[in-house]
């Protein structure tokens, strides 16, 4: 065959990709209005269901059976669990795991529960365990509460920009660590009658607590006010503790979403139940009910042929992917579908117009942006903002439509000083909070991040700002500043550098930049050289912590297709585009849809991953489109 039928070849081969993809990705929506797949994360999240479950007495037996079911079929043949496909070994969720087995009824002698104790106890033991695995244990009665550190409830008297103020903690933060002050304080315990003893290589609690996540300067004074917190805590003003706890059920009870709540996710959702139980609520008190529902609304997953398992999501996504999934087709040509215009509509509706404790930093703005999940009127995100904007922009709403206006106002609001964007707060970078005794797992912080950057420039100047207007010129600035010296850009919300340059590039090409600048073409020299033999693009979740790992794993749908709009904005002719493109050919299966079992998607990087079900649809179809649909790379 020659060059040029073999190009030819290809290109018939992208087209009936695009025309499959694109045609069951509209067979996708969801009641004519939505798009909405699967978060798929890490099997701690269903343990710590039944542990709520059961410490409330709510846990039936159809129920321990299904979660059992479930826990079992996620289980690998050496016993244990893992934060996301293919990973390590996890000492937490393989604990969480195994306890949650033993609830359910599992026999401690099974080779497989025997080989998951072993898994904890190779690792160090739940002795070791991050501080929310020890936390579930002191809930259940199987860790001494005193050996958990302490958050005053006097806490939340702090000015919010006052260093330690809950304030300065990330949204998800946020509303996690007010909840906890109340259940460290008060110390709900609900023993339950399986001992979790043989997770730990001494007693529970007696050997030292794991070292700080991220030590630092603040870390010495840190733990000198930890031990003079917990003295307060066995003495505190009386008078002034219950104000504390007045406000900080008030805190809590005032911003639970319709679904019952709270920010839409499921950690301070959890620990907010538990910290208003504590304070005398009683299971069927209004706030409580609507809480304890919620879970089986639409949080719930019940898998297998006849339902035999049950999966907990720790949250929603139906705004993410219903942009996404707007964007991929209206780049196919359906922009003037019926199918995009409901989901348009239904995306104006979900516009957040509640002010919400963003706000407590920058002190201005009004009310604005989208946020992730189906109810949640408190916390919008700038990424979630940026991509709906675009999704009405491609479906023909004007710059000048007040949704959209709003929604570029609300955004040049949360630009940090920095010039770039966190998700869900301004300015969120104070180290000493992440330097706090209870900060050993996860992201505590919401700084300014490249992926979500790029969004926010490109969201804005296809939404009429000029590359001139002051704000996209710090926010390109920010990504210039922030590329890597081989020339590609971290991902913060998803895997990982090809995540952020696949974001960069077409945000820097938007706002005016050259395909042929240097910074451009060091990300595409970055990107053709860790292009598989397959032609395709991967990058296992270990490139957050192992260099060697950067730009590199096998080749997947979602990570391919970030890799591809990456190059049509910087160099859509490169022969490294075209074997991507055949890639996608190749690999999508008859029904249109692609396989990815890897965790693609980032909640905190390398502790909480996210396979997003949809991700491996809407960004194959979008990377195909543009480059297919579209003649030239897009600048606004």
Known sequence: MTTTSATQAG????????????????????????????LETNAAITAEHLFMLSAFGLATDDLRARIAAELRATQRHDGSWAIWHEGPPDLNVTAEAYYALRLAGADPGETRMRRARDVVLDLGGADHARFFTRLWLAVLGQFPWGALPVLPPEMIFLPPRAPLSP????????????????????RPTFPQPVSARDLFHAEPGEGPPPAPRTPGRWTPMLARGERLARWYDRHPLRPLRSRAEARIVRWICDPQEADGSWGGIQPPWVYSLFALHAMGFP??????????????????????????????????????DTALAVVALAEAGHADDPALRSAADWLLDREVTRLGDWWEIPRRGRAGGWSFEFENVWYPDTDDAAEVLLA???????????????????LLTMQSRNGGWGAFDVDNDQAIMTQLPVCDFGEVLDPPTEDVTAHVVEALVHCGLAPSHPAVRRGVDFLLRTQRPDGSWW???????IYGTGAA???????????????????????????????GWGERVESYFDPAWVGRGDSTPSQTAWALLALHAAAPEHPAAAR?????????????????????????????MINYHGYRQYFPVTALARFLRCSAPEVA
């Open 11 to 38: 290109h018939s081969a992208a087209e009936r990709a695009l025309t499959r993809g694109a045609r069951r990705l509209l067979a996708m929506q969801r009641d004519g209005a939505y798009w909405w797949e699967e």
């Open 167 to 186: 304030y300065r903690f990330a949204c998800w933060a946020r509303g996690t660590f007010v909840a906890l002050m109340i259940v460290l304080s008060r």
């Open 283 to 320: 299971l069927d008190h209004p706030v409580m009910a609507r809480g304890l529902a919620g879970f089986d609304d639409t949080f719930r997953l019940d898998l297998g042929e006849r339902g035999e398992r049950f999966r907990l999501q720790p949250c929603l996504s139906p705004v993410w």
């Open 392 to 410: 009405l922009r491609k479906t023909g709403a004007s710059p000048d439509h007040p949704a959209v206006r709003r929604g570029v106002e609300w």
């Open 491 to 497: 991902g913060r919300w998803g895997v990982n550098h």
């Open 505 to 535: 590039l077409p945000a820097l090409r938007a706002a005016g930049l050259e395909p042929e600048a240097p910074p451009m073409q060091r990300a595409v020299a970055w990107l053709v050289e860790r292009q598989n033999p397959d032609g």
């Open 580 to 608: 991507g493109l055949d890639h996608l050919a190749a690999t999508q299966r008859p029904d249109g849809t692609w396989d990815e079992p890897q965790f693609t998607g980032t909640g905190f990087p390398g502790d909480f």
